[in-house]
């Protein structure tokens, strides 16, 4: 396939070798972590039950269902009954300050999700089975345009249309062999499952249990760039089946086969029925977990590599057949303030992605965070208890063609076709939690305000350093 001038092709051999020295070295140093990992012990409990999963303030981030089932307990259904009703209740304030494509605009968005779990063994007598549905409604605005942002600095917005109405889960999950195999076929947020930076490690202690890694509220630390348009995430989910295998409570490997048609601009998340075609997404991976030192620290390392099959065009305006990407991801509690009481302390990630692909948005990605939990000084903590202060840095090297910035962003005021050779992002986040006893359960209310600064939005060459604010209210019932 010819490409203009053909020195991206030089380049291209020049990242391929480079590609491949580094997924040897990333192989090797994940069988030195499979190895730590096993000396250090293994957690002590199985992932939770996806009908009782849901603590995430990121849906970008959550495999299962939003929500605490409130909503069911209000109604009179018991644990015992099998049966979960709940939701996610989320409105968003942006304003982009100043800078970006479109400085000193605000917009504001709302997404409400009511789901139904059931429990297979409680209400069938089928052991280890869980079923779920969501209904998603969705307004918002165009907030990432607004910034200049390919990397996307608000998770909500995923791009349009702004206003959906859509059956946005719809799956059923079973555990198999004492939890060594389990499969879960159907409409699924593969973003949750694959690459998943955000998953904490289970604990059985449960004032040790961590509910998320990090409270940023961008998309970087949902999925990573490379995979933008390709994997399936909040809100565009889709038809998939998905299989892992767990030999040991700290080892397993993962593969999963999805709908595709995301990679053409199919908005998946408002299609009902299945689409079987030749736009396919396959990935795969391979992870391991554990608890470190004498302390106990959990932690959990990740590899997967993925394929995009089907007619893409490319920025260099072409048609390519296929493409393909890795990624690795870490997250490691780094240290516990007072064990005895609570899960107070630190705890970060790190990410890496690369694809060769022609016709993605970036090409290689490194993120990174931290998050403080429960350190604030004790005259506030009584005003934001189970509080959550979030750094994170996301850089990623994009898409090198002479047209890219007008393929893959159009309305952009500028001079030049192209993107900026590459894109960085800077964000801080507080989110303190309120938990409000209801009846049999609980409700919880999170607030969370994000300040992004964007000092080289990608969309043009030459646009102006963005300052981003996001106010999030998080209510899950």
């Known amino acids: 396939m010819h490409y203009p001038g053909n020195r991206a092709q030089k380049g291209d051999s020049v990242m391929a070798y480079a590609s491949l020295m580094c997924r040897r070295g990333f192989i090797a140093f994940f069988f030195l972590l499979l190895l730590a990992g096993v000396a250090a012990g293994e957690p002590a409990a199985p992932e939770t039950s996806p009908i009782t999963s849901g603590i995430y303030t ?54 409400l999700g009511l789901n139904l779990g059931v ?77 998943a930076v955000l998953s904490p490690v289970p604990l059985t202690n449960p004032k040790l249990q961590d509910t998320d890694i990090s409270v940023l509220t961008w998309v970087p630390s949902g999925y990573n760039p490379t995979v933008i348009s390709r994997m399936s995430v909040w809100p565009n989910s889709a038809y998939g089946a998905v299989v892992h295998l767990a030999p040991t409570k700290n080892l397993y490997a993962s593969y999963g086969i999805f709908d595709g048609n995301f990679a053409r601009g199919a908005q998946t998340g408002l299609i009902l029925e299945p689409r079987i075609n030749n736009y396919k997404f396959n990935v795969g991976e391979l992870g391991a977990c554990w608890l470190l030192g004498a302390s106990q620290l959990p932690g959990r390392f990740g590899v997967g590599g993925w ?67 429960s350190l604030l000084p004790e005259l506030l903590t009584p005003a934001l208890p189970n509080n959550k202060i979030s750094v994170g840095m996301a850089w990623s090297q994009l898409n090198r063609a002479p047209y890219a910035g ?24 507080l989110q303190p939690t309120f938990v409000f006893p209801l009846g049999q359960g609980y409700w919880s209310l999170s607030p969370n305000v994000a300040y992004t600064f964007i000092p080289t939005p ?11 604010l996001t106010a999030r209210m998080v209510v899950l019932f």
């Open 458 to 468: 990608g969309e043009r060459p030459h646009l102006p350093a963005a300052h981003l």
């Open 58 to 111: 990121n849906p970008q981030a959550n495999p299962f269902l939003n929500g605490v089932g409130q909503l069911g307990k209000m109604m009179g259904l018991s644990d015992e009954s099998g049966i979960r009703l709940g939701g996610i209740f989320l409105p968003q304030f942006n304003w982009t300050g100043y800078g970006g494509v479109r400085p000193h605009t605000t917009f504001g968005s709302l997404a």
């Open 406 to 429: 007008a393929v893959f962003f159009p309305d952009v005021p500028s001079d030049s076709l192209s993107l900026r050779a590459s894109e960085l992002m800077l964000q801080i986040a």
């Open 307 to 373: 394929v995009q099959t089907g007619d893409l065009f490319t920025a260099y305006l072409t048609h390519q057949k296929g493409a393909t990407g890795f990624y690795l991801f870490a997250n490691q509690r780094l240290w516990y303030r007072q064990p005895d009481l609570d899960n107070s302390g630190l705890i970060g990630y790190l990410q890496f992605a690369h694809t060769s692909d022609h016709a993605a948005f970036a090409n290689n990605y490194v993120g990174a965070g931290l998050t403080a939990i």
């Open 119 to 195: 429990d297979s063994q409680k209400v069938l007598g089928i052991p280890g089975g869980t079923f779920g549905v969501e209904f998603v409604e969705y307004t918002g605005g165009a907030t990432n345009p607004a910034a200049g942002s390919v990397q996307l600095y608000d998770g909500l917005n995923d791009g349009p249309p702004h206003v959906r109405q859509e059956l946005y889960l719809l799956w059923y999950h079973q555990r198999l062999f004492n939890d060594k195999l389990i499969f879960q076929i159907g409409k699924m947020n593969a973003a949750g499952i694959f690459g």
